[in-house]
């Protein structure tokens, strides 16, 4: 168990001048108010809030953090008061101290509910103060290094998933890649306990030869850099173990084909970032480089969250691909400790203006988050703007912007502006024209062409990667259907109007009308109308306001109702409306069991999809309608699925016996044979629900010549 002084001498180490009396005074309150209380372990309170300061310590982070990771717990867990710790300790770590309690309270809801408002909040408290979330991120490194503690396997499992989904991101976006690679082989080692155990193993064969070759590689560089008179430390480590199976799993390798298990990393003496430069071209005169896997992350190349190194990946002694990292003595201090290595409080004075600049992207974090509600587009959204790998591009004038890979002109041109994006016409790259769904690639420069009047296109959205692209292009979709749904119900209220001897357009303007729409939840009469053309409420439903006894027309207008009733023969509920037409999505099939949700097609009734349908995403969410599976009715669905299995004589006979046995009908079979010799099928089968084909695909996987069996989209 780690000290409080062992706490202070590294406070001292790192800044010989610090005023640890405050640190000491944090401890002995934490000692006090926590006195009795027990963690799981056993062991006394006490010991969480002191390997939270040691962790913050070990970060270089100055001493109000770090009195504050010793009083994290004391509002929420003690008879403290956020009052009482202004008055004792200063509104600094006051301040710190309950943002930390905050984020720990969460309402209830799934899981992913409260991992997004968790996330929500995380975001909010970074622009607030970064060190309430580096003091969170140490708290979360302890509690998960004690995580075998919790008795229940669920209670493991949903810690871990969350750390994964929030914490390890967090750290990586803020440049403290030890947390995070941490995190991530913790959280992997409860998630996924015998894979994680199968490649620590596999890592560890042979452990003498590669620490052998380790030295052999080190020997050889270091020679060349002497010969140059370069000074530095030359130092090889293994990739951890999620980041192996990360990699295997992207790439569909075995763990034997994974080249890079093992990287280097030259730490150079000097403080001028072009001997980087030159450390990399002796490296490259030593050994072969493979071009497209350099990427240079240096001054206006930096990573956003200030990281700067050289990465190269060259062919090593033996043939074999060897990934190193060339950085200073600096350089490296800001990998290790990232946003804390710049965001420096002295005397009470927060950070400098153009270190908050250099952090600008958590604000741009904010904007592009506050109007996802949904909790899973949230967590979608996050991770995208947190793990996604990063590419530097240009303007024409120089200026470095950083997009994610895989991103094209138009996102390019919204982080340029949102006007910019909106009017994009055309883009030429390193001064050639290009498609506007060509992707970028890092030193690009990019030049955008603009034309005044023009509008995004909804097929941006199938291949923009930024979320500032897809909100504003998403705006303008959900702006353009509301015009145009004005207009449809507009057009729907006066031929209705019209069979019950009423004038829409001068009824409309009534006083009584506004008392309808306020009636309706809704502010203005153009509300009123978009929601007719959306589907949402009917003309009748209107009339019934003027004419109570109006009856439904010929033409059997739909009606609300107040319960829900199934969808005769579509074994569909849709909430609040009965006689639409419905169908199904063809791009997702969705059977019963699935979560669906409903569309309003203009003019074509709702179509069902299931909710994480890729499509939904380009969808106007004002669109969307609740709807759920009929528990009365029973229906049969036609799904598919693809079959992988190595080729035998009458294999396909064998496989659809098995399949009739099973009660289910085979719509269409299509089967070829690949060079490997394995059988690729896809196959049409009509199934009850989502249990049905589940089980029949686990019934399937245990023929002996399967190798794998997956449900199709389409």
């Known amino acids: 168990m780690i000290r409080i002084t062992d706490i202070i001498d590294k406070i001292l180490d790192n800044d010989p001048d610090a005023d640890v009396s405050l640190v000491d005074k944090a401890y002995i309150y934490s000692a006090r108010v926590h006195d009795g209380q027990m963690r799981l372990s056993g062991e006394p309170y006490l010991t969480h809030p002191l390997e939270v300061a040691g962790i913050l310590a070990d970060m270089n ?34 301040h710190i101290v309950d943002g930390v309690t905050k984020l720990s309270k969460l309402d209830g809801g799934s899981s992913e509910e409260r991992h ?46 969350e750390t994964l989904d929030i914490y390890a991101p967090l750290a990586s976006r803020l440049g403290i890649y030890w947390i995070r690679k941490e995190l991530e082989n913790t959280a992997f080692m409860y998630l996924m306990p015998d894979e994680y155990e199968r ?8 452990s003498e030869e590669r620490e052998h070759y380790i030295e052999t590689v080190k020997s050889f560089i270091k020679a060349k850099m002497e010969e140059a008179e370069l000074g530095c430390e030359v130092l090889g480590r293994y990739k951890h173990v999620y980041s192996i199976y990360q990699k295997m799993k992207k790439q569909h390798l075995e763990f034997e084909n994974v080249y890079d298990i093992i990287a280097f990393r030259i730490i150079l003496e000097t403080k001028n970032a072009r001997e980087c430069y030159t450390a990399m071209a002796l490296v490259h005169s030593l050994w072969r480089p493979i071009d497209t896997k350099t990427k240079m992350y240096i001054g206006k190349n930096a990573k956003q969250n200030g990281y700067e190194s050289i990465h190269t990946t060259v062919i090593g002694p033996y ?101 910019v994006g909106s009017q994009c016409t055309g883009a030429k790259v390193n001064g050639r024209m290009v498609p506007l ?70 009824v409309a ?59 005769s023969g ?72 693809r079959i992988r299995s190595h080729d035998k004589v009458e294999l396909m006979a064998e496989l659809t016996r098995y399949i009739g046995k099973h009660g289910v009908n085979i719509l269409k079979i299509n089967a070829e044979v690949c060079p490997d010799n394995t059988v690729d099928a896809t196959m049409t089968l009509v199934v009850r629900d989502a249990d049905h084909l589940n089980r029949i695909i686990s019934a399937i996987k245990n023929i002996k010549e399967i190798i794998e069996v997956i449900r199709l989209d389409s």
């Open 61 to 94: 982070l100055d001493c109000m953090s770090i009195a504050a990771g010793l009083l994290h717990d004391v509002i929420e867990d003690t008879h403290a008061t956020p009052e009482e710790i202004g008055e004792m300790f200063g509104d600094d770590v006051r």
């Open 116 to 161: 997004a408002e968790s996330l929500r909040k995380m975001i909010l408290a970074m622009a607030d103060d970064i060190r309430v979330i580096l003091v969170k991120l140490a708290d979360r490194l302890h509690n998960m290094r004690t995580l075998k503690y919790h008795k229940k396997e669920s209670k493991k499992r949903e810690i871990s998933q």
């Open 199 to 206: 490649i620590r193993e596999l890592t560890s064969k042979h």
């Open 319 to 419: 043939g074999e691909r060897i990934e190193i990292q060339i950085r200073t003595k600096d350089m490296d201090i800001v990998a290790r400790s990232g946003i804390a290595a710049h965001w420096k409080y002295k005397e009470g004075k927060p950070a400098d203006s153009h270190i908050r600049e250099k952090f600008v992207w958590i604000h741009n974090l904010i904007e592009n988050q506050k109007s996802i509600k949904d909790p899973k587009e949230l967590l979608k959204n996050v991770r995208l703007d947190l793990l996604t790998e990063e590419i530097s591009v240009f303007t024409p004038n120089g200026d470095v912007k950083t997009l994610p890979k895989g991103a094209s002109p138009i996102d390019f041109a919204y982080l340029i502006h949102s006007e």
């Open 437 to 506: 769904r060509s992707e970028l690639q890092n030193g690009d420069v990019v030049s955008i062409i603009t034309s005044k009047g023009h509008h995004p296109s909804r097929d941006w959205l199938s291949f923009v990667k930024t979320v500032k692209a897809k909100n504003r292009i998403r705006q303008w979709i959900k702006a353009e259907d509301k015009a145009r749904s004005i207009s449809l119900g507009k057009e729907m209220c006066e031929k209705s109007f019209r069979k019950y001897r009423l004038n829409f357009n001068a």
């Open 509 to 567: 303007k009534s006083e009584d009308m506004k008392d309808i729409f306020g009636q309706f939840g809704l502010k203005t009469i153009d509300d009123l109308l978009a929601n007719v053309g959306y589907g949402k409420i009917t003309p009748l439903q209107i009339i019934r306001k003027f004419l109570p006894s109006a009856t439904e027309h010929p033409e059997h207008e739909a009606e609300p109702v107040s319960d829900k009733k199934p969808i």
């Open 570 to 641: 579509s074994g569909i509920v849709v909430t609040g409306v009965k006689d639409i037409l419905l169908r199904f999505g063809k791009c997702c099939q969705p059977l019963p069991g699935d979560e669906i949700t409903g569309y309003i097609t203009l003019g074509q009734g709702v179509t069902v999809h299931r909710a994480n349908c890729a499509n939904l995403l380009q969808m106007n969410p004002e669109r969307l309608v609740d709807v759920q599976w009929s528990q009365s009715e029973e229906a049969a669905y036609p799904v598919n699925i």
